[in-house]
Nanobody
Framework: QVQLVESGGGLVQPGGSLRLSCAAS????????MSWYRQAPGKERELVAG????????KYADSVKGRFTISRDNAKNTVYLQMNSLKAEDTAVYYC??????????????WGQGTQVTVSS
């Protein structure tokens, strides 16, 4: 069974940092594009960051460039999102996705259940 399990979310003050992890199993992780998406209440789901299978290309939303870093460890079947200088606007449920095309959502993609990130003082 395919599984994507996010962890690392929580409550943090503005300016703080969090590192999200997504542990994958049940598919050939090293051949997939991995991404983080987020959805805040009343807003559309949006791509936060994506990374291709080799890790040599990354894509970020303009709103997080310079603050967030996506990385992957294919030996551990895990993708990470390091989030620094967090803002209240970053508050959302963050989802891990495995797919084939960076920046695109397809019915065949795999999704995790999400982890809540709340940035508040």
């Amino acid at each position: 069974q395919v599984q994507l399990v996010e962890s690392g979310g929580g409550l943090v003050q503005p300016g703080g940092s969090l590192r999200l992890s997504c542990a994958a199993s049940g598919f050939t992780f090293s051949t997939y594009v991995m991404s983080w998406y987020r959805q805040a209440p009343g807003k559309e789901r949006e791509l936060v960051a994506g990374i291709i299978s080799t890790g040599t290309y990354r894509k970020y939303a303009d709103s997080v460039k310079g603050r967030f870093t996506i990385s992957r460890d294919n030996a551990k079947n895990t993708v990470y999102l390091q989030m620094n200088s967090l803002k209240a606007e970053d508050t959302a449920v963050y989802y891990c996705k495995a797919g084939r095309i960076i920046g695109e959502v397809r019915p065949t993609d795999y999704w995790g259940q999400g982890t809540q990130v709340t940035v508040s003082s």
